[in-house]
């Protein structure tokens, strides 16, 4: 329903287009919108870039009850020219009549700061309860739905706390010889647990080797499994290095090759002295 608004009007197009525009305008105050509509449509098409033109057509669309078609040639308009005063008005009152409330207040408001008019201020009143009651429901759910999200971001920040704190306990036990902080067979108290060992940087290195931490296992499983490793020199020297560190902590009396009654039998391979 118009031309190509990039093309070049010859002074006799816009004279025409101004000639049907004038007929057009006859029409209106003839009450005949239909054909109103008619004359601005070949208007347009003579002089397709003449943002007035579709304004003019659309309040002739809202006169014969089409919304959307005013809404159409508004927006070409504005397009046309953002500037132009009128189809804001019009777009307004076609979004009311649509039921949009937002919209209309917002385009309406528009209307009036770029040319203020009594009718689209009249129109502006009528559409800003409604539309203030749509943002304030708006603004309400939507500080539900943040306040929502935030409860589940926390929710499932503190699953991945207890999940990591889970396995961490797991690899404690798992890896710890004596995961009760004594020595099997009833050694006496004060043996360092296992967070200390681990945080030696050579035995938590040592562990990484997956031979390694399989022994350790064993040994923590069956601490009469050590007699399997007295020749495999990277687990006896880390099982030494660990009797030292306990050794070392007041806990264990006369050291560990043989100190404690009912014990690793033999001591630790490789371990310290009495």
Same mark, same amino acid.
């Given at each position: $329903?118009?031309?190509?608004?990039?093309?070049?009007? @010859?002074?006799?197009?816009?004279?025409?287009?101004?000639?049907?525009?004038?007929?057009?305008?006859? &029409?209106?105050?003839?009450?005949?919108?239909?054909?109103?509509?008619?004359?601005?449509?070949? &208007?347009?098409?003579?002089?397709?870039?003449?943002?007035?033109?579709?304004?003019?057509?659309?309040?002739?669309?809202?006169?014969?009850?089409?919304?959307?078609?005013?809404?159409?040639?508004?927006?070409?308009?504005?397009?046309?020219?953002?500037?132009?005063?009128?189809?804001?008005?019009?777009?307004?009152?076609?979004?009311?009549?649509?039921?949009?409330?937002?919209?209309?207040?917002?385009?309406?408001?528009?209307?009036?700061?770029?040319?203020?008019?009594?009718?689209?201020?009249?129109?502006?009143?009528?559409?800003?309860?409604?539309?203030?009651?749509?943002? %304030?429901?708006?603004?309400?759910?939507?500080?539900?739905?943040? %306040?929502?999200?935030?409860?589940?971001?926390?929710?499932?920040?503190?699953?991945?706390?207890? %999940?990591?704190?889970? &396995? &961490?306990?797991?690899?404690?036990?798992?890896?710890?010889?004596?995961?009760?902080?004594?020595?099997?067979?009833?050694?006496?108290?004060? $043996?360092?647990?296992?967070?200390?060992?681990?945080?030696?940087?050579?035995?938590?290195?040592?562990?990484?080797?997956? %031979?390694?931490?399989?022994?350790?296992?064993?040994?923590?499983?069956?601490?009469?499994?050590?007699?399997?490793?007295?020749?495999?020199?990277?687990? @006896?020297?880390?099982?030494?290095? $660990?009797?030292?560190? $306990?050794?070392?902590?007041?806990?264990?009396?006369?050291?560990?090759?043989?100190?404690?009654?009912?014990?690793?039998?033999?001591?630790?391979?490789?371990?310290?002295?009495?």
């Amino acid at each position: $329903m118009g031309g190509d608004p990039e093309a070049e009007v @010859s002074e006799e197009d816009q004279d025409k287009a101004d000639e049907k525009r004038s007929e057009a305008q006859t &029409a209106i105050g003839d009450g005949d919108y239909e054909k109103a509509v008619q004359l601005f449509t070949e &208007a347009i098409v003579l002089n397709p870039g003449a943002a007035a033109l579709f304004a003019k057509r659309a309040s002739c669309f809202l006169k014969i009850n089409k919304p959307n078609a005013c809404i159409r040639d508004c927006n070409k308009a504005i397009e046309l020219n953002p500037d132009n005063a009128q189809a804001y008005k019009y777009r307004g009152r076609a979004h009311r009549l649509l039921g949009h409330w937002e919209e209309a207040a917002k385009d309406l408001a528009t209307a009036c700061r770029l040319d203020y008019d009594d009718q689209a201020n009249e129109w502006l009143k009528e559409v800003q309860p409604n539309a203030k009651k749509l943002v %304030e429901h708006e603004r309400k759910y939507a500080r539900l739905r943040e %306040e929502k999200d935030l409860k589940d971001r926390l929710a499932r920040a503190q699953k991945l706390r207890e %999940e990591r704190e889970a &396995a &961490a306990k797991e690899f404690e036990d798992t890896r710890s010889p004596f995961a009760d902080g004594a020595a099997p067979g009833g050694g006496g108290g004060g $043996m360092p647990n296992i967070s200390s060992l681990l945080s030696d940087p050579d035995i938590l290195q040592a562990l990484q080797d997956p %031979e390694v931490a399989a022994a350790f296992q064993d040994i923590s499983q069956n601490p009469a499994n050590i007699l399997k490793y007295q020749n495999k020199p990277k687990i @006896s020297s880390l099982i030494a290095k $660990m009797a030292q560190k $306990m050794g070392g902590s007041g806990g264990a009396a006369g050291g560990f090759p043989g100190g404690f009654p009912g014990g690793f039998p033999g001591g630790f391979p490789g371990g310290p002295s009495a």
